[in-house]
């Protein structure tokens, strides 16, 4: 009898499968996905999603999850911790509560270690509740839940992390236009059913961060594309005024600011002081030498009374038009009459 019972639990666990991978391989969906058992074991009406394997082979895809991945590991070195995969190491919040105290500096009220599933639900949850502390005001769209994150759902995961980075401006350059196809199991009368829908992880940098604020230059480039120009123009003028001191001359806005050099220059000849060459690189290589540069301009503006720029040290040196535009026009506002 036992044996009899053992078969047929056997026998429904494999008709489950099969069912699944019928639904999957049914004509209107040509593309295979591997399902697993328990994705098919579904109560009725309830669904599951998981991330179609070509696009997990995407490399914009790749390249977001190692960026991501990166970032919190920078940001958690002194903590000792170190994220290998996403899914398996951020779905029982620990790392998650130890990220956003670095990343908001505040300590949050919670068991430091648990390993039961409703201990770690309970930490979640207050993890999630101060995240959304932070990003409600800001008009983010919330993606995630403690059962979709404690669930593995990689999805969630990414949507929460490129919030945090994007509300934190982390020095990081997300890739833009990500986009993977999600298919969704869904039991309904019995049967299994499934569906491909597109989920975007990220627009365009600018649009991401336009959560928090927009300005006149989003207007112009949106609009005006004709008075940029003019803009542009001014700007060049402006510069060129000043660096022609030094015999440099610029005559594209959008690269020859990247690598810091000619800001850095640029602040001292509006300040009238001579910057020390061992406080930047003079001919930076390396992504980072370019950050360190755009980065110590930023300081020697806000030395100079300016505010803190609204563009980040790694958008200037990604060529982002927009930002280095900002950047030089906080300048011009404030030095145009300086001879």
């Keep these: 009898m036992a044996g009899l019972l053992c078969r047929r639990r056997k026998k429904g666990v ?4 099969e069912e699944g991978k019928n639904a999957i391989n049914a004509p209107m969906n040509p593309s295979a996905v591997d399902i697993h058992p328990e994705d098919t074991l579904l109560e009725e009406n309830e669904e599951r999603t998981m991330i179609d394997p070509n696009s997990k ?16 590991n920078d940001v958690l070195v002194e903590e000792r911790i170190i994220v290998k995969q996403l899914e398996e190491d951020l779905y029982d919040g620990q790392v998650l509560q130890k ?9 949050l009220n919670v068991a430091e270690v648990t390993q039961s599933e409703i201990g770690q639900k309970q930490k979640l949850q207050t993890v999630l509740e101060a995240v959304h502390d932070l990003l409600r005001p800001h008009g983010w769209t919330i993606k995630w839940s403690v059962d979709s994150i404690h669930g593995k759902n990689l999805i969630s995961i990414l949507h929460l992390l490129v919030a945090l980075a994007m509300h934190f401006r982390a020095p990081i350059r997300l890739p833009e236009h990500v986009s993977v196809q999600v298919v969704v199991v869904r039991k309904r009368e019995g049967l299994l059913q499934t569906t491909h829908v597109s989920e975007e992880l990220t627009t365009t940098t600018e649009m991401m961060m336009g959560r928090f ?22 700007l060049i003028t402006f510069v060129n005024k000043h660096l022609n001191k030094l015999n440099l001359e610029v005559t594209e806005l959008e690269s020859q600011f990247a ?18 060459l061992h406080n930047f690189y003079l ?12 980065s110590f301009a930023f300081e020697l503006m806000q030395d100079g009374g300016l505010k803190k720029p609204k563009a980040r040290p790694e958008d200037v040196v990604n060529l982002d038009l927009k930002s280095t535009l900002r950047v030089l026009y906080n300048l011009f506002t404030k030095y145009k009459n300086v001879e």
């Design 283 to 294: 001919t930076p290589e390396s992504f980072d030498q370019k950050v360190h540069n755009v």
């Design 259 to 276: 690598d810091g050099v000619y800001l850095v220059l640029l602040m001292g000849l509006l300040e009238d002081y001579f910057v020390p």
């Design 213 to 234: 604020e927009r300005d006149a230059f989003d207007t112009l480039f949106d609009h005006a594309p004709d008075k940029l120009s003019v803009v542009k123009k001014s």
């Design 57 to 72: 082979e995407d490399p914009k895809f790749k390249e977001l999850i190692k960026v991501l991945i990166d970032w919190i």
């Design 14 to 17: 494999s008709d489950l499968q």
């Design 99 to 107: 990220l956003l105290e670095k990343l908001a500096d505040r300590k």
